[in-house]
């Protein structure tokens, strides 16, 4: 029985505390509880949400992707700088104006082709992840510099802005937007036998691949996949600033990676979930809110936050030993 | 028979790009020369945007700047009023700003500043029209003609309060320069920025950008 309810706790741990978290930041704000402010956090949560959820598939898979962040500055950077600039084909004597359809295209083929890159190198040169990923950290940062030469690329248009700043049906396009991956990768991760083998690569790689799946591509799929939602964040802030910031993104590798493991996802592959990584990201975004709200310091913030990833991985951590 | 259906569902699937790329084309093919002209009219250009600020709102804003025997006398009675009622604070900085005209009788001249005095009986420099290399975005922040937010980012906003300072430079102080002899009268409209009110106020240190000499 004690076990059982162990158990439980461990299994709802995530929205126990945010439970816990949002009744008492409502008794201790008044601003908090509102229709207003829980909009306000779903918008902000909305960046680092598409981010976690590509990491939470790249954790599942027993990975990591510390290139996230860079990847979301240069997908920004060349969906503006497409549509803001286009593309001269000097010996043709024409250039290419890009649509927003086709800036935000670009943005997201951007995104998807580091991630690809970052499976390919891991799985092809068997580098570990953590490597990798920070080699791909460096380059895309580096080329975003070069893309953009070091300066905003701003004045993209409402129509692009509309991505960020829009509001369909009373509620924000970032929100939308998130919530459409959410749904997209519960199914994928649920429903679809690639969703599954996530899981198999993750809980045991060598087990999974003397079963005869297909390791590599499933985690070039993953990485690729990962790319893909770090360009959909990238477009978003970048749509929602009207600017693409040559340093945009700075540290959002690791706020996703917290947001994946305060929703349960377990640091070793093959255990956790999409809801659970939303979970996560409400956390961290109901924690920075409600202590902005009480007046907390941002200093004090970034404290709290690391004491909340570590009691969420030191959670982890226990109930593994158990089972 | 497996084949023939990734055949089939090859064949949708370009068959549906195709359609969604006519309706929602990725990008529209201009000639070059097109697209430049294009380009330049849609490019900032500090140079011209002061050209047109100048004569259309500088100008013609004079008007709503505080008379400086006004404002020197309401500072000497209270530096706070003063501020609160004729400053303008931009931002969160501890800087404020005066928009201000008047005339005054020249008692001092350096290489970077000519001192006035604003009443006849007056012998003390009690405001100082800069003369020199001009810095700050005094004009550009003091007139509250200008908003940040109109513009795209920083950097072009930056850049007008250089063009500003330029223009001042070559097309201002040269006749303030040659017309500013001991104890000719000198018309003005400009602004000062006031950083430190202890050195900054007495004399006020005012960037003119309109000067009528004798």
């Not at chain 1, 816990?20 to 918008?43: C, H, K, Y």
């Not at chain 2, 017309?179 to 005012?206: K, M, Y």
Request: hydrophobic share 50%.
């Amino acid at each position: 029985m004690l076990t059982n309810h162990r158990e439980l706790l461990v299994r709802f741990q995530s929205l126990i505390a945010l439970t816990l978290m949002v009744l008492a930041l409502s008794l201790l704000s008044d601003t908090f509880l509102t229709p207003e402010n829980g909009w306000n956090i779903l918008r902000q949560i909305s960046v680092n949400l598409c981010l976690s959820l590509g990491m939470t598939l790249i954790i599942l898979a027993g990975g990591i992707d510390l290139s996230v962040g860079a990847i979301l500055a240069l997908s920004g950077a060349v969906a503006a700088g497409l549509l803001k600039n286009g593309v001269a084909v000097t010996p043709l004597e024409v250039q290419l104006q890009f649509t927003v359809f086709g800036a935000i295209v670009a943005g997201l083929l951007t995104g998807a082709a580091a991630g690809c890159f970052n499976g390919w190198v891991i799985t092809q040169f068997r580098l570990p992840p953590f490597v990798a990923t920070l080699g791909m950290f460096s380059i895309a940062r580096g080329l975003t510099m070069l893309w953009t030469g070091g300066f905003p690329i701003t004045g993209l248009g409402s129509d692009f802005g509309f991505l960020g700043t829009g509001v369909f049906l009373g509620i924000p396009m970032p929100v939308w937007i998130s919530g459409a991956l959410v749904g997209a990768l519960v199914v994928l991760t649920r429903r679809t036998r690639f969703g599954r083998y996530i899981y198999a690569v993750g809980g045991n790689e060598r087990a999974a691949l003397l079963t005869g799946l297909p390791v590599n591509r499933i985690k070039l799929g993953v990485y690729t996949l990962g790319g893909l939602l770090a360009g959909a964040a990238g477009l978003i802030v970048t749509a929602r600033l009207d600017s693409a910031q040559p340093n945009a993104g700075l540290g959002y590798e690791l706020d996703s990676i917290a947001a994946v493991v305060i929703g349960g996802t377990s640091l070793s592959g093959g255990r956790g979930s999409v809801v659970g990584t939303v979970l996560g990201c409400l956390i961290i975004g109901v924690l920075n809110n409600g202590l902005f709200l009480l007046n907390v310091s941002p200093f004090w913030q970034q404290v709290v936050k690391g004491f909340v990833i570590l009691a969420a991985v030191a959670i982890d951590k226990m109930s593994s030993r158990e089972t | 028979m497996a084949g023939r259906r990734r055949w089939i569902t090859g064949t949708t699937a370009a068959a549906g790009t195709a359609v969604l790329l006519y309706f929602l084309p990725l990008f529209h093919v201009v000639p070059l020369e097109q697209a430049g002209q294009r380009a330049a009219a849609a490019a900032y250009d500090p140079v011209a945007f002061v050209e047109r600020f100048w004569t259309g709102q500088l100008i013609p804003g004079a008007a709503r700047a505080v008379d400086a025997a006004e404002l020197v006398a309401a500072v000497q009675q209270d530096r706070q009023l003063a501020r609160e009622t004729h400053g303008r604070r931009v931002g969160l900085g501890g800087a404020y700003y005066y928009f201000i005209a008047g005339s005054g009788r020249v008692v001092a001249v350096d290489r970077n500043s000519v001192g006035l005095a604003l009443c006849d009986d007056q012998q003390q420099v009690q405001v100082l029209l800069e003369a020199g290399p001009i810095f700050g975005n005094a004009v550009r922040d003091g007139t509250g003609l200008l908003d940040v937010n109109d513009f795209a980012n920083s950097q072009d906003f930056n850049a007008l309060a250089a063009e500003i300072n330029r223009r001042i430079e070559q097309q201002v102080l040269p006749a303030l320069r040659t017309g500013a002899v001991i104890g000719a009268t000198v018309r003005f409209v400009g602004c000062a920025e006031i950083l430190d009110e202890d050195t900054d106020l007495s004399p006020l240190r005012i960037v003119p950008f309109l000067v009528e000499t004798p």
